[in-house]
């Protein structure tokens, strides 16, 4: 059998063999291939970084559609199918008026991976409009329906990344927006600055997607142009405490708010303060608009990105005793 390149179907352009590679379009199709449990499953490919050639068999998820499945004159529920692009999801909402979505523009990937690492941007993650999720149990080849609560949505998390990692897959989601009276979600400090910028005092859903769209594209590079995978690692949380002891050293650190004695440090902050920020080693290296996320200049390998990924990781725990989690799963 002869090999197959993995390099179009991964945000990051990497460049690994596979030896079988299959669209599916429907949830029968899917489940007509054998032994489901042990293929790879790609939706966008855009939180993946792909270390080796792939043995597994790989299923490409091309199941489609949108539908509406209840709608009164202030809500609307949607049914989507996972393999919808997320992006092309909101800017069909935003055509059509319904709100919930909108800061949630252009992020890379399918609808289907968005659940599974509760994908987040400017305030609002999916958690906030998701009313269920479901997904085939690839040894039983069940489907099963999990309510909202069901999910166990945390930061970037998720049971089907903890305790159900690698048992099912989610074929579709049910989304809840709504139609008027929209719950605009403008206080992240760069949307309230655009805005202004453009004297918009009462925004529209789609001026606040204009708005996350703006300030991406001057942030975050285009997978097409600069391969990547968007945040390659996670805020840090930790203890108050310890946020007061490197004040002593680093009086200018960032922080957010999580709990009374929690809080969440920005990534990009550390990983800028170490000097990483903007640094290209080989073909890989840091970007230079934002240290969080780690690029493929071009023909980098997935073990080169890995091995500066941990580089940065040594580099933050020996100077502020922070263990940054990859939020990017190593394939
Ligand atoms: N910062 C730096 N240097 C940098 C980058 C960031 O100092 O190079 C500091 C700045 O203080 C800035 C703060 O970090 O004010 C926050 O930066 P930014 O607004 O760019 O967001 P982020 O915390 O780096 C998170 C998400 C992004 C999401 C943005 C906006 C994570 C891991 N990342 O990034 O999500 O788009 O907030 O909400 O939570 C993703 O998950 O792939 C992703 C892109």
């Known amino acids: 059998m002869g090999s197959l390149s993995l390099k179009p179907y991964n945000t990051f352009g990497i460049d690994v063999n596979a030896y079988e590679i299959i669209e599916v379009k429907s949830v029968?199709?899917?489940?007509?291939?054998?032994?489901?449990?042990?293929?790879?499953?790609?939706?966008g490919g855009s939180n993946i970084l792909l270390t080796k050639d792939v043995t597994q068999k790989v299923i490409i998820n091309k199941i489609e559609g949108i539908e509406t499945i209840n709608e009164d004159e202030d809500y609307i529920e949607l049914e989507v199918a996972s393999g919808e692009n997320w992006?092309?999801?909101?800017?069909?909402?935003?055509?059509?008026?319904?709100?919930?979505?909108?800061?949630?523009?252009?992020?890379?990937?399918?609808?289907?991976?968005?659940?599974?690492?509760?994908?987040?941007?400017?305030?609002?993650?999916?958690?906030?409009?998701?009313?269920?999720?479901?997904?085939?149990?690839?040894?039983?080849?069940?489907?099963?329906?999990?309510?909202?609560?069901?999910?166990?949505?945390?930061y970037r998390e998720s049971i089907f990344k903890k305790s159900l990692k690698g048992k099912y897959f989610i074929t579709e989601i049910g989304l809840k927006l709504t139609k008027r009276n929209h719950k605009l979600n403008t206080s992240y400090g760069d949307i309230e600055n655009w805005l202004s910028e453009k004297d918009i005092d009462k925004p529209t859903i789609k001026d606040v997607s204009d708005a996350v769209i703006a300030i991406r594209r001057s942030k975050l590079p285009d997978p097409k142009e600069l391969g990547n995978s968007g945040s390659f690692f996670k805020n840090p949380i930790i203890h108050r405490a310890h946020l007061n002891m490197l004040k002593m050293e680093y009086p200018d650190i960032k922080s957010y708010p999580v709990t009374d004695t929690l809080v969440k440090v920005p990534a990009g902050w550390l990983i800028e303060t170490l000097g990483w920020k903007g640094r290209r080693v080989g073909r890989t290296g840091s970007h230079r608009k934002q240290a969080l996320v780690l690029v493929n200049y071009g023909g980098a390998r997935g073990a080169d990105v890995h091995r500066l990924a941990k580089d940065i990781q040594e580099d933050v725990w020996a100077e502020f005793q922070i263990e940054l989690e990859m939020e990017v799963n190593i394939i």
Do not use: W
């Open 87 to 154: 992006h092309e999801l909101v800017l069909y909402c935003i055509e059509n008026g319904y709100g919930g979505i909108e800061n949630m523009s252009l992020i890379p990937g399918s609808v289907g991976a968005a659940p599974m690492q509760n994908i987040g941007a400017y305030g609002t993650e999916i958690k906030d409009v998701l009313t269920y999720v479901k997904a085939v149990h690839l040894d039983s080849l069940t489907e099963k329906r999990f309510q909202n609560e069901e999910c166990k949505f945390g």
């Open 28 to 43: 029968e199709e899917l489940l007509f291939i054998p032994h489901l449990s042990k293929c790879l499953f790609i939706g």
